[in-house]
Antibody, heavy 120, light 110 residues
Framework: QVQLVQSGAEVKKPGSSVKVSCKAS????????ISWVRQAPGQGLEWMGG????????NYAQKFQGRVTITTDESTSTAFMELNSLRSEDTAMYYC?????????????WGQGTMLTVSS | QSALTQPASVSGSPGQSITISCTGT?????????VSWYQQHPGKAPKLMIF???KRPSGVSNRFSGSKSGNTASLTISGLQAEDEADYYC??????????FGTGTKVTVL
């Protein structure tokens, strides 16, 4: 059973950075896209970007280009999402997600979410 | 990469059928048969309900069905039940390894 376990809640000041981790267990890590999806309080889902660990080249939503960096560490089966120049509007739940083992363009397995609060 | 457009809310009585639309463009829904639908209950992570337009993952009730026509995808819930009350999001592949979600629809069971 593939599981994604994310790092804990974060509180950051405006202008700072945050790095959230997502550790995979129970399956193959390298060949499946890990995506990051965020959800502001009371708002909808927003795809931020994704990466296939084997290839290492991330894709980002235009909105986050230049402010987000997605990386992986294959030795620990962990993906990371770093968001810079934080502002209050970045306050949200951040999820990592990936396809099922049979491989499809969907988000079938989700982490538990990491709450980021940006406040002075 | 604008969000796909969904109605803000849809409601129905138990046993009825409801349909949620999801309108995109020729750059996403219109080009790729890779629309998925997610159900999200309050405080929970989203759950995959439909993929590739109309296929159901194992374990998802056959009361949920999906379709696509042109730049618009649709999710139909038949035999509406109280447990179906949740937020629903569509999502489409948009090329070059990117995805776009819909604006979300709150389903209320009257």
């Amino acid at each position: 059973q593939v599981q994604l376990v994310q790092s804990g809640a974060e509180v950051k000041k405006p202008g700072s950075s945050v790095k959230v981790s997502c550790k995979a267990s129970g399956g193959t890590f390298s060949t499946y896209t890990i995506s990051w999806v965020r959800q502001a309080p009371g708002q909808g889902l927003e795809w931020m970007g994704g990466i296939i660990p084997l290839f290492g080249t991330p894709n980002y939503a235009q909105k986050f280009q230049g402010r987000v960096t997605i990386t992986t560490d294959e030795s620990t089966s962990t993906a990371f999402m770093e968001l810079n120049s934080l502002r209050s509007e970045d306050t949200a739940m951040y999820y990592c997600a990936r396809p099922p083992p049979e491989g499809r363009d969907v988000f079938d397995i989700w982490g538990q979410g990491t709450m980021l609060t940006v406040s002075s | 990469q604008s969000a796909l457009t969904q109605p803000a809310s849809v409601s129905g009585s138990p046993g009825q059928s409801i349909t949620i639309s999801c309108t995109g463009t020729s750059s996403d829904i219109g080009t790729y048969n890779l629309v998925s639908w997610y159900q999200q209950h309050p405080g929970k992570a989203p759950k995959l309900m439909i993929f590739e337009g109309g296929k159901r993952p194992s374990g998802v009730s056959n009361r949920f069905s999906g379709s696509k026509s042109g730049n618009t995808a649709s999710l139909t819930i038949s035999g509406l039940q109280a447990e179906d009350e949740a937020d629903y999001y569509c999502c489409s592949y948009a090329g070059s390894g990117t995805y776009v979600f819909g604006t979300g629809t709150k389903v209320t069971v009257l």
